[in-house]
């Protein structure tokens, strides 16, 4: 049951007002909406805080690129968000190389959509509060309440210049990129991943185009290199005349001008002569691995804020709503079972390791390999590779060459040999960390353990590729 304190205590001017419920959630994004759903559709109290204002709440930075909605999780029915599907005929991503003179056409696995985000993020907030979930907007969260134990208790935040706290038996971190919340978490008796640091992020910038004339490749999700080689540009078209236009790179390079390279990029392209902008936004995005862990006592961190992004492509949207209904659930059980320990907690760490976090981590070699390489190299490399064999390795984290595709590939990437030798080294080293992450533990006190054997094939990673240490 939810209570308010002070609807029943004597009120003093100088006491914050508290609440009291079962789960509290801090934003209502992806994560934070399919968590607080998942949770709601289990019986519990959950409320979600919000910074925004209602008007202005899942208005988020966005290429607007949803990948496999087919199998989106389901304590938001998929009717409900269906409505913001601006394109269903986006089926493949056409890769620009001016470097090369080349464009590549290369299919994109699953269900493939781009959407009106904003639209998407009012439906999903819907669909929260339809299951059951409370949201408070307006409201800053500002600090944690913990426990001598170390038990996350609650939150401490603000709201219309006024102190409001949360206890809760369980606080879920759903507070996107660079959560506020890690900052005032004691982690020194738990096993959460504190290794982060501003370079395992890209700065990443978007605006809606209106442009007068339909575009050509309004089935297509359109990339171009930027002009350090970890980072891109992006063309994706919510319709036919409405583009989502947009540019990011990884925070170990030199700062790129966002803005203005983004209006050059666009000044060069006829399609756009006319063009209005209606909506900008800008924002940071993890493109690193998971999380080695996102648990602490009472505390688990969902999507961006425990870095469930597809590190290659930027995607996160998927990520961050299964790490929502994992979360949800395992909040569930612990709720049932009155224990919220970390050992209670672990599973959520682990299903959210097998069904994505390891892909991630493996794809997160790719970026490590890109910030050590020219530019011009890798567009040559990338362009002298089947398509359908990028888009496997790209989405899967890895991929296989039959006899004949690797004598084609030959053939068409003379003058890269070297390179694609150096490559499948770097992809054995993929592979083999994807397999070490089949392997994570099934309890947190086996994680040191299990870490050693990582770093050990991430130094080797290294070694090879020539890169600075990410980690
Ligand atoms: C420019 C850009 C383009 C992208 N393009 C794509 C794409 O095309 N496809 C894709 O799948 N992914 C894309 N991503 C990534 C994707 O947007 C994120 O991975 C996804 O939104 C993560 O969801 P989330 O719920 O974890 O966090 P968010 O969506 O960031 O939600 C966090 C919420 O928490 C609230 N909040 C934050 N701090 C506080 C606080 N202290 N108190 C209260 N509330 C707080 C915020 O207001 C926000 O509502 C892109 C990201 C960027 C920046």
């Known amino acids: 049951m939810s209570t308010d304190e002070n609807d029943t205590a004597e009120e003093s001017s100088a006491s914050p007002r508290t609440r009291s419920v079962d789960v509290v959630v801090v934003g209502a994004g992806t994560s934070g909406c399919y968590a607080a759903a998942t949770i709601a559709n289990a019986g519990y109290d959950v409320t979600i805080v919000e910074r925004k204002p209602a008007e202005?709440?899942?208005?988020?930075?966005?290429?607007?690129?949803?990948?496999?909605?087919?199998?989106?999780?389901?304590?938001?029915?998929?009717?409900?968000?269906?409505?913001?599907f601006t394109n269903t005929e986006v089926d493949h991503g056409r890769f620009e190389i001016p470097q090369e003179d080349t464009v590549l056409d290369i299919p994109v696995p699953g269900e493939l959509a781009?959407?009106?985000?904003?639209?998407?993020?009012?439906?999903?907030?819907?669909?929260?509060?339809?299951?059951?979930?409370?949201?408070?907007?307006?409201?800053?969260?500002?600090?944690?309440?913990?426990?001598?134990?170390?038990?996350?208790?609650?939150?401490?935040?603000?709201?219309?210049?006024?102190?409001?706290?949360?206890?809760?038996?369980?606080?879920?971190?759903g507070a996107g990129s660079l959560s506020l919340l890690q900052d005032k978490v004691d982690f020194s008796d738990a096993t959460f991943d504190t290794n982060v640091s501003y370079q395992h992020f890209s700065s990443a910038y978007r605006e809606v185009v209106e442009v007068p004339e339909p575009?050509?490749?309004?089935?297509?999700?359109?990339?171009?290199?930027?002009?350090?080689?970890?980072?891109?540009?992006?063309?994706?078209?919510?319709?036919?005349?409405?583009?989502?236009?947009?540019?990011?790179?990884q925070m170990t390079e030199e700062p790129m001008k966002l803005v203005d390279d983004l209006k050059r990029d666009l000044r060069e392209r006829p399609e756009f002569e006319g063009a209005e902008v209606v909506?900008?936004?800008?924002?940071?995005?993890?493109?690193?691995?998971?999380?080695?862990?996102?648990?602490a006592p009472g505390y688990m961190a969902v999507g961006d804020a425990a870095a469930h992004v597809n590190p290659t492509t930027g995607?996160?949207?998927?990520?961050?709503a299964y790490a929502g209904k994992y979360a949800g659930e395992q909040a569930a059980i612990a709720l049932e079972a009155g224990d919220v320990s970390e050992?209670?907690?672990?599973?959520?760490?682990?299903?959210?390791?097998?069904?994505?976090?390891?892909?991630?981590?493996?794809?997160?070699?790719?970026?490590?390999l890109s910030t050590a390489v020219d530019v011009d190299d890798l567009m040559g490399l990338i362009a002298s590779i089947p398509g359908e064999k990028l888009a496997e390795a790209l989405y899967s984290g890895t991929t296989s060459f039959g006899p004949v595709l690797l004598a084609q590939t030959a053939a068409s990437s003379y003058g890269h040999w070297s390179q694609i030798y150096e490559f499948f080294k770097i992809k054995r080293l993929a592979d083999e960390l994807l397999a070490h992450y089949g392997r994570y533990?099934?309890?947190?006190?086996?994680?040191?353990?299990?870490?050693?054997?990582?770093?050990?094939?991430?130094d080797d990673i290294y070694e090879l590729t020539g890169a600075d240490p990410k980690y």
């Open 441 to 458: 533990p099934s309890r947190p006190s086996a994680l040191e353990g299990w870490k050693v054997e990582r770093d050990r094939i991430m």
């Open 114 to 173: 781009v959407i009106d985000r904003w639209e998407y993020g009012r439906l999903i907030i819907e669909g929260a509060e339809e299951a059951g979930a409370e949201l408070h907007y307006d409201t800053v969260v500002q600090d944690v309440k913990q426990d001598d134990d170390g038990t996350v208790t609650g939150i401490v935040g603000k709201h219309d210049g006024e102190v409001v706290e949360y206890d809760a038996d369980i606080v879920i971190d």
């Open 315 to 320: 995607g996160g949207i998927a990520g961050a």
């Open 343 to 368: 050992e209670m907690l672990w599973r959520y760490n682990r299903r959210v390791m097998d069904h994505f976090g390891g892909r991630y981590a493996s794809l997160d070699v790719y970026n490590i």
């Open 56 to 84: 202005e709440a899942g208005h988020i930075a966005c290429g607007d690129a949803l990948k496999g909605a087919d199998a989106f999780p389901e304590a938001i029915p998929k009717s409900k968000i269906e409505p913001a």
């Open 279 to 295: 909506d900008k936004l800008g924002a940071a995005l993890p493109t690193r691995r998971p999380y080695d862990s996102a648990t």
């Open 215 to 249: 575009v050509e490749w309004s089935d297509a999700l359109v990339f171009k290199p930027a002009e350090v080689a970890a980072g891109y540009v992006w063309y994706f078209p919510r319709t036919e005349t409405t583009i989502n236009a947009g540019l990011g790179f």
